[in-house]
């Protein structure tokens, strides 16, 4: 193992222990981390190797760990500390109490702690795009919101400090192969593609000028990979990590409607009018978490300090969700592709 200079350089190679490696983003980042010949830990509970089976993962080291059960025995700190990392990413971090052990377990042990954060931090906006560190956007109003703001705030004050170098990164809407896009009523709800796919009326709550900002699962990992290599550079930064565009819920169903040949055809209906139509109890508050949000983000900041550079406009990555998701026989549509 090499250990890093105290700003570490991306030519140079450390051991990165990356907790929840084998979900959405550490699908494609612990791939990346190998190839770019970086010493790989990662822990999982199921000790599982992502959505994509590439060679990459033949030279990562899997530790099994159920992070959940480890924070309430007061272990999983040490459990990290064992695998002796250089850097730590921690893809799934969902309580202030978990990031606050996990941070004292490393200060003085690690040297960088790069923690997931999400854009919903941020409540409604109010001014667009949305900036990192500014009154562009509301207070958030859900407890997962609640909680990434305050790790993200907590983390930032830990570096401010003295103490352990901390970094947080806000991904928006992650997309990618393998799972379900937030489609465009701000959901999961696969009927949405059917009637997409057959040029039926959509009924939209709201006015269809809400906006969700998407990114691809490999351009949320290029931004982790980018905070490791470069820890001056984001060290005590916290960055908003999304496409280079977002959409309108009306250009997202005519960008959609356009994959299968057929021309978009909303209607508006008032949210009362939505919940009383909607039958799986999770898809109602889906969409009012996205669409009463109506979100857009600046990447200027990751840009200029990590030289963040997204590959995907948000309807590419949504099309290749979409694509695979055919092509593997799990999702229903009236016709095919046409792109």
Not at 42 to 65: M, P
Not at 260 to 287: H, K, L
Request: hydrophobic share 40%.
């Amino acid at each position: 193992m090499t250990r890093p200079f105290p700003h570490m350089s991306k030519e140079i190679c450390v051991k990165i222990v990356v907790i929840g490696g084998s979900g959405h983003i550490g699908t494609f980042l612990v791939p990346r981390l190998v190839r770019a010949g970086h010493e790989v830990v990662s822990i999982t509970r199921s000790g599982s190797t992502g959505y994509s089976d590439t060679r990459e993962w033949e030279k990562v080291t899997h530790v099994k760990a159920d992070r959940e059960q480890q924070d309430a025995d007061g272990i999983f700190g040490a459990t990290v500390l064992a695998q002796e990392p250089d850097v730590v990413v921690d893809l799934v971090c969902f309580t202030l109490e978990s990031a606050t052990a996990l941070v004292a377990a490393l200060r003085g042990k690690a040297d960088h702690l790069i923690h997931c954060g999400s854009i919903w931090r941020y409540g409604p906006s109010r001014k667009l795009p949305i900036v990192e560190d500014s009154d562009s956007a509301g207070e958030p109003f859900d407890e997962y919101g609640v909680q990434k703001a305050a790790i993200a705030q907590m983390l930032k004050q830990e570096t401010a400090s003295g103490g352990l170098t901390t970094t947080s990164i806000h991904p928006g809407h992650i997309v990618g192969p393998g799972w379900h896009p937030t489609g465009p009523l701000g959901n999961i709800n696969p009927a949405v593609w059917h009637a997409v796919s057959a040029g039926e009326t959509v009924r939209v709550p709201g006015s269809g000028t809400e906006t969700m900002h998407h990114v691809h699962a490999d351009d949320v990992a290029q931004a982790f990979q980018l905070a490791a290599e470069n820890q001056q550079a984001a060290a005590g930064e916290d960055f908003n990590v999304v496409a280079p565009t977002a959409l309108s819920v009306r250009g997202y169903l005519e960008l959609a409607s356009g994959w299968f040949g057929q021309s978009a055809r909303m209607e508006s209906i008032s949210w009362d009018d939505y919940r009383a139509s909607v039958t799986e109890e999770d898809y109602a508050p889906q969409s009012w978490g996205h669409l009463h949000r109506s979100q857009v983000f600046s990447i200027a900041k990751a840009k200029a300090l990590l030289r963040y550079a997204p590959s995907y406009e948000p309807e590419q990555a949504i099309l290749e969700s979409v694509r695979w998701l055919i092509e593997h026989g799990e999702l229903e549509v009236a016709g095919p592709l046409r792109v």
